[in-house]
């Protein structure tokens, strides 16, 4: 018999799951101010915030991911202990499709809502690719009218520029499924009696024009017809379009004119008989009319057939925000910014679960990529402050200096006391350091008799640090002064109005 | 062979997995603004924010959960295409310990973060009873000083008084294991030299003297010695304890004297000659003085013997924040609403990742009871305001609409377009009803050419509707007026500033 080994515990690893990280202090700060601003204005066009679960049954979730050849479908998912399964959700429009399906008959009708929090994505982590990620929508539910359509686009406008992003810095491509779907029939890949047919076909080519900007018009063509083999020899099956299809097709992607105008014009050429196609150019050139009488001009939202959105579900309008500034890739080769937020109209996704078509439409902000934009484009001015420190001269007299912070706290001052060891002084500046504190306050057994405390500017110390003098004992004196005890908090407050 | 049966695709349900729920328009925005009190005073002692992921691997969780008998351990959890584990986190000490661990070279020491955010429970849901809720926490790790316990019970009646608990409705009660140690220690069940002896029986003490509030005195009594047979006939196998051990651990936990100072003195006498308890009794002194010295007496801070928290892994000093106002049971009863915080020290939790102890304490609030404390507490004055409504009377023109409520919005009032079907006016109102408007504006064609608009007070039409009167026109026409187009904006802005 085999003998038992006896094992020593193990220690975990400390480290979150692969794909996962943690945020730290002014990277929380900085998103919540982002989401607020976004929320905010969502807020002022009306829209309600709702938070479900994080948490969905899986068969409330459906099979909506871009991704629809990865065996897991791209979700978290395990059993109940009932053997029922749920999912972590992997966007915020899914969910919303089961509220309303579940809540509408106390919802009112259309239901603007606005929504924020984490999302799951089970995929391969990358650089710079977690599998979780903040979301940001918005969506109204229950009406088919363009002007909501418009509407949104506008606010992800404002929301743009409200967070930070320059006029001029962005633009919000808006196009049309119809338009597409009426291309397709001329084509012959859309029979408009029995859509099931060439379905698959159609999903080739969608998810070959929404590559445009990664493989080029060739890259494109490629899918289109037989097929691409990329740089590592894999081979992804084409559409099987013959060259003229192709031509109509890749007529569509590039029918970008000079005006809104000029672009429908170009695309009721492309449509020509369809008329789903005709009524898509219709919708956007309701759109063109809403967003420009509101001052949205083509500089801000533009009328561009070239976006369509991987997504399946979409039935009409998509749009998509792109920041076109230029930043240098991982290479240092310059390139646009690129898309952080994208949506459009589905108006299938509730009649999953009610059997009744709810026509519906919704933006989805990239919350971690807008951010990653705005530290790109912005020397943040608005660095956290660091607490105000109190340091500890006597470790029996903590009351003495838990009072004073009270008293900075009272005053609206940020203020910590000293709780590491406070033997060494050194340690006590050095932690002030790492915290990024504006001011240290020292009350030794001598100032308490005195009635005084020290305080030190730690900014100004900073910057004393940086100058070139031979008097060294100056520069250490020049930061620090005495005040009364009862004047600190108003020299503190002082100080800091100071130094801002 | 059995003939397949062709089945008709089923509809997913509209619902979410049993136990989790949605949240709607006021119940977030409540719950935001609470919790951004909250966490402004924790950021005002210095507290900075960490947002970890909520998906851990399940050997960083370990099993820290106060269920420790269910099988499952109280997680989600589930299997990554590499077969490790991972699951959503419990709670959020564990990823502290984890984040800490990981980090602790880049982090300040000590450590004072805040962190808030969902945790996942799998437990049975019941009433009331979810398993995705809220946590709002803040701990300081790194530091063995009791002057950190101090400040977080201080902070946390802070927390209390601002997001609007009266004094007086409120006790944080402040225990030590060490004196429960102590105690064990004089009753036998604790040998310090090594404390693996008999630690099953403690953990039954424990978890007894944790339900003194459900099981009252002779429930507990019951668990201390052989054992309690529940109303539902199940037994639960008591710690064994002799008479004279159970009222050793009884007069501990009744030790609750007319002040701070005589409770320590009780407590003194009660263990005797253990090291480890004299050392607890003399951590509550301090504590006991320093919350007193910064004038948080002991109808805010209290040294009460009877709390002892669940959790196994605590060390020290343990606090929990209670609500002492009565709310009526489901039962219509009157009872104390409760605990809505609790926490304490915990110096091993980080040692199971580094093998070195680093010690650490904390508070978790429990934002959903909290809110819902609120909720019963308060007559919310802070409804919040539905948006004006800009109607539809003429579809052609949503372009000007839009105008209209940009403006609005420009001004910084909520403010939105009917985006329903506009064909009957009546629907449009009760959609402003639903929306709780507090106005509407209309704009047909004839006002269109008269440059003018009609604003309906809804606010004041909803009053007047209570009226009794039998003047049917005069109750319509009261609340309605026309303002030159002009002059919308600015008699908007007054009439929303009149009716608040």
């Known amino acids: 018999m085999a003998k038992d080994k006896q094992k020593k515990p193990q220690r975990p690893k400390a480290a979150p799951p692969r794909g996962f990280r943690d945020y730290f202090g002014p990277e929380v700060i900085h998103r919540q101010e982002m989401l607020r601003t976004i929320t905010g204005i969502y807020h002022q066009y009306g829209f309600d915030p709702l938070e479900s679960s994080a948490v969905e049954t899986v068969e409330a979730l459906g099979k909506f991911l871009p991704d629809v050849d990865r065996p897991n479908e791209g979700v978290f998912a395990w059993q109940d202990d009932d053997e029922s399964w749920m999912a972590l959700r992997y966007d915020l429009t899914a969910p919303l499709a089961r509220v309303y399906a579940q809540h509408r008959n106390n919802l009112p009708t259309p239901y603007r809502r606005y929504a924020v929090g984490p999302v799951w994505r089970n995929e391969k982590p990358g650089p710079g690719r977690f599998r979780q990620f903040y979301q940001c929508d918005a969506d109204t539910v229950g009406t088919p009218t363009v002007a909501a359509d418009a509407e949104i686009c506008a606010m992800l406008s404002d929301v743009l520029e409200g967070v930070g992003i320059q006029r001029g810095d962005y633009i919000v491509r808006v196009n049309n499924r119809k338009v597409l779907n009426g291309v397709m029939e001329v084509t012959g890949l859309l029979n408009p009696s029995d859509p099931t047919i060439r379905a698959h076909e159609r999903g080739i080519v969608l998810r070959a024009i929404d590559k445009l900007d990664r493989l080029g018009e060739s890259g494109v063509r490629a899918l289109l017809g037989e097929g691409r083999k990329d740089v590592s020899g894999d081979f992804t099956k084409g559409a099987g379009l013959g060259d003229e299809q192709t031509d109509i097709v890749m007529g569509f992607v590039s029918a970008l004119r000079d005006s809104n105008a000029a672009t429908c014009a170009r695309l009721g050429e492309l449509v020509g008989g369809s008329a789903v196609g005709a009524k898509g150019v219709q919708e956007l050139e309701q759109i063109a009319e809403m967003v420009e009488a509101q001052g949205y001009g083509p500089d801000r939202a533009l009328i561009d057939p070239s976006v369509v959105r991987g997504l399946g579900y979409y039935t009409g309008p998509v749009y998509e925000a792109e920041l076109t500034f230029e930043v240098l ?19 299938d996704l509730v009649k999953r679960f009610t059997g009744q078509e709810v026509p519906a439409t919704g933006v989805s902000i990239g919350v971690d990529r807008l951010l990653a934009a705005l530290d790109n484009r912005l020397t943040r001015a608005d660095e956290v402050a660091g607490p105000v420190i109190v340091t500890v001269m006597d470790r029996d007299r903590m009351a003495d200096y838990q009072t004073i912070v009270a008293e900075l706290r009272n005053a609206g001052i940020r203020a910590e006391v000293y709780l590491g060891n406070p033997k060494n002084f050194g340690n006590q500046l ?32 900073a910057r004393l640090a940086q100058e070139i003098t031979s008097n060294e004992e100056w520069k250490q004196n020049a930061a620090q002064f005495e005040v009364s005890r009862a004047d600190l908090v108003s020299e503190v407050r002082e100080l800091l109005a100071r130094s801002k």
């Open 430 to 461: 050095k932690y002030a350091d790492t915290r990024n504190s504006p001011i240290a306050i020292i009350e030794g057994a001598q100032e308490k008799e005195n009635g005084i405390v020290q305080i030190k500017d730690l900014a100004l110390g």
């Open 329 to 347: 890739d991982e290479k240092g080769r310059p390139r646009q910014f690129g898309s952080v937020a994208g949506g459009g109209r589905y108006d």
